[in-house]
Nanobody, 129 residues
Framework: QVQLAESGGGSVQSGGSLRLSCVAS??????MAWFRQAPGKQREGVAA????????LYTNSVKGRFTISQDNGKNTVYLQMDNLKPEDTAMYYC????????????????????????WGQGTQVTVSS
């Protein structure tokens, strides 16, 4: 069973940047993703990456601003977030599952996280205007 631990959240002003990290133990799973949930809103998929980093997937609202990547040597998945906006404020969660989850995201778009079975504890991102 993979265990996940996120870090890197914080408070920034609009237009700023943050990089989130997710360390997987013992190793990165076949499909890794970032989700977020703002107060009073449903959880939404933000970005996903296939094992090896060959392919990445994003929700439309973050395309061009967020970049998901992984370092297999460090068993770590990153989410680089640039040009942050107040609407990006949320708790961000790292999630993992088999390739099936990434394939479903690729064909049907991001879901609420029901395709993923392993989750971290989350890290808070707050963007002020």
């Amino acid at each position: 069973q993979v265990q996940l631990a996120e870090s890197g959240g914080g408070s920034v002003q609009s237009g700023g940047s943050l990089r989130l990290s997710c360390v997987a133990s013992p190793v990165i799973d076949s499909c890794m993703a970032w989700f977020r949930q703002a107060p009073g809103k449903q959880r939404e998929g933000v970005a996903a990456i296939y094992a090896g980093g060959a392919r990445t997937l994003y929700t439309n609202s973050v395309k061009g601003r967020f970049t998901i990547s992984q370092d297999n040597g460090k068993n770590t998945v990153y989410l680089q977030m640039d040009n942050l906006k107040p609407e990006d404020t949320a708790m961000y969660y790292c999630a993992a599952h088999t390739l099936q989850a990434c394939n479903a995201w690729s064909s049907s778009g991001p879901d609420r996280g029901t395709r993923f079975d392993t989750w971290g504890q989350g890290t808070q991102v707050t963007v002020s205007s």
